[in-house]
C-alpha cells in the first residue's frame, strides 16, 4: 500500500487511541472498525478489525491457532508475514483461513473483505462444517481446484488393513492384495500429505502386518514382506523428509533387505537410490557413489535405471567434481528419459523430476547459467505448489542468488508465504538455509529471510512433536 514504516507507526498509536475512545464511549466493534477506516484510509477491513480488537499481528495469528485447537485441529501454518500480507491484499487466503480467521475475530467473513464466494451463508450464525480429519489442517489456497486426498482418508486405509489382518490372521492372498493396495495409495498421495501424518499412518500399517508374517505360509509370507519392503521404504523417506537421516537409513537398509529377500529388484534399485540420498545429505560422497553404484546394478531398464543415474549417482558425481563422469550420467539418463515411460508416485520418476536433478547437478558444478535454465523447464512440467515445484522453484533461486539476488530473496519469500511449515520438507528448509548462507556472505544480506528461516518452526519439536 506505499505505506513508510513511519508512517505505519502512527497509524498504530492513532488506531489505539480511536479505539480507547470508541470504548469509552460505548461503540460497537463494528461502529470502531467504521471510525478506524474512516479518519485511517490506509487501513484495510481485515487490518481496521484486528487493531479494533487491540491486537497485535502476534496475539491474532495466536487466537487463529486457538479456534484451530478447539476444534481439535493442529495449528495452522500462518505466520505475522502472511497475515500482513493478507491485510495489505498483497496475497489471498484459501477458504478455511477465511472461516478460521473470521471465527477468530468474531466477525462475518465480508466484514473482514474475506467473501468466501458462497460458500458462507452471511445469515448465520455459525461457520458451515468442514470435511475432514481432526488432524488435518488446509494451507492457505494455491489457486489449485483439485480434488486432494484428505487427512481423513489415511486413517481409513490402515483400517482396511486392519480387517484384512482380522479376516486373515494368519494370511492369505488377499491380504497381501490389500497390503500392496495400501502401500500403492501412500505412494501415490505421498506429496498430498504431511510427512509426521503419514509417517505414523504409514508405520501403523507396517506394524500390523508384521504380526501376520510369522504365521503366514511360505508363498503369503514372501508376499507380505515384500509389502513390508516397500512400506519401510516410504518411511525412510519419510523420515529423511522430516530430517531424520539416522531413522532414514534404518528404514531403508531394512528396505533393501527385503528387497533382495524377495527378489523384488526394483525395491532393492529404489532403496540402493533412496540411501545415496540420505548419504549425500551428509557429505559422505564415496557411500553416497556406492550406494547409487549397486542400485544401478539392480536397477530394472528403462525409466529406473534413469532414475539411479540422475536422482542417485548423478549428485554424488558432482559432488566430487568428476565433471566427466557427471555429464556421462546426464547424456545417458537425458536419453533414457526421451522414450521411457513415465512412473507416477513417490517411487516413481518423471521429466519434471529429472530435471530438478540434473539443474542442481550444474548448480553444485558451478554452471549458474545452465542450472537456470534446466530448473526453468523443471518448474514448467511440474504442477504448482509441489514439493517437486518447490525444490526447483529454490535451486532457481540458488542459481539466481549471485546475479539477481533480490530476485531469489522474492522466490525465497513466495515459498514461506505459500507453504505451511509442517509441509516444508527437510530438503526444502535445506535449500533455503544454504540460500540464506550464500546471500549474507555475499554483498546482498537478506535480513527478511533471515528473519523468517529464524523463526520457522523445526519439522520436529526438542519434545519429539511435530511441527
Avoid at 526394483?266 to 559422505?284: I, K, N, Q, Y
Amino acid at each position: 500500500m506505499g505505506v513508510t514504516r513511519g508512517r505505519r507507526a502512527e497509524i498504530q498509536r492513532e488506531a489505539s487511541r480511536i479505539r480507547a475512545q470508541c470504548q469509552r464511549n460505548g461503540h460497537t466493534q463494528e461502529r470502531i472498525v467504521t471510525t478506524l477506516r474512516s479518519a485511517l484510509p490506509e487501513l484495510t477491513a481485515l487490518e481496521a478489525w484486528r487493531l479494533a480488537l487491540g491486537w497485535s499481528r502476534p496475539q491474532a495469528v495466536r487466537e487463529v491457532a486457538a479456534v484451530y485447537r478447539a476444534d481439535g485441529l493442529l495449528p495452522p501454518g500462518l505466520t505475522q508475514a502472511l497475515l500482513c500480507r493478507y491485510e495489505h491484499e498483497q496475497a489471498e487466503p484459501g477458504t478455511e483461513y477465511r472461516i478460521m480467521i473470521s471465527r477468530a475475530y468474531g466477525a462475518r467473513p465480508e466484514q473482514l473483505g474475506l467473501e468466501t464466494r458462497g460458500l458462507w451463508c452471511s445469515t448465520c450464525a455459525a461457520p458451515p462444517p468442514l470435511h475432514y480429519g481432526q488432524r488435518q489442517h488446509e494451507e492457505p489456497s494455491t489457486g489449485r481446484e483439485e480434488a486432494m486426498t484428505t487427512a481423513s482418508g489415511l486413517p481409513a486405509i490402515r483400517e482396511s488393513v486392519q480387517w484384512g489382518v482380522l479376516d486373515a490372521p494368519e494370511g492369505s492372498a488377499s491380504l497381501v492384495a490389500v497390503a500392496e493396495a495400501a502401500v500403492e495409495h501412500y505412494a501415490l498421495n505421498y506429496s498430498k500429505h504431511a510427512p509426521a501424518i503419514l509417517h505414523e499412518e504409514v508405520r501403523a500399517t507396517r506394524s500390523l502386518l508384521s504380526a501376520v508374517v510369522a504365521t503366514a505360509d511360505q508363498k503369503t509370507a514372501r508376499g507380505l514382506r515384500r509389502q513390508v519392503g516397500w512400506l519401510s521404504a516410504l518411511l525412510g523417506n519419510l523420515a529423511y523428509h522430516l530430517d531424520d537421516r539416522a531413522g532414514a537409513r534404518a528404514h531403508l537398509t531394512l528396505a533393501g533387505a527385503f528387497g533382495e529377500s524377495t527378489g523384488d529388484a526394483a525395491l532393492t534399485a529404489w532403496s540402493s537410490g533412496a540411501l545415496a540420498m540420505v548419504a549425500t545429505a551428509r557429505c559422505d560422497w564415496d557411500h553416497a557413489r556406492e550406494h547409487a553404484e549397486y542400485g544401478l546394478q539392480h536397477a530394472p531398464a528403462g525409466m529406473r535405471r534413469a532414475q539411479l543415474l540422475g536422482w542417485a549417482l548423478l549428485p554424488a558425481l558432482a559432488a566430487l567434481g568428476d565433471i566427466s563422469r557427471a555429464d556421462d550420467a546426464i547424456g545417458e539418463s537425458d536419453e533414457l528419459m526421451k522414450s521411457a515411460t513415465e512412473i507416477p508416485g513417490r517411487f516413481g520418476y518423471d521429466r519434471a523430476e529429472h530435471r530438478l536433478h540434473v539443474a542442481e547437478a550444474h548448480l553444485v558444478l558451478e554452471r549458474y547459467d545452465r542450472a537456470a535454465d534446466v530448473a526453468h523447464t523443471s518448474i514448467a512440467a511440474a504442477p504448482e505448489h509441489t514439493p517437486g515445484w518447490v525444490a526447483a522453484t529454490l535451486v532457481l533461486a540458488l542459481a539466481e542468488a549471485r546475479d539477481a539476488p533480490e530476485q531469489a530473496v522474492e522466490r525465497a519469500l513466495g515459498i514461506l508465504d505459500l507453504i505451511p511449515p509442517a509441509r516444508l520438507r527437510a530438503t526444502a528448509r535445506s535449500r533455503l538455509a544454504c540460500l540464506e548462507r550464500l546471500l549474507n556472505t555475499s554483498t546482498s544480506p537478506a535480513p527478511e529471510l533471515t528473519e523468517r528461516l529464524r523463526t520457522l518452526p523445526a519439522p520436529i519439536q526438542t519434545d519429539g512433536t511435530a511441527a
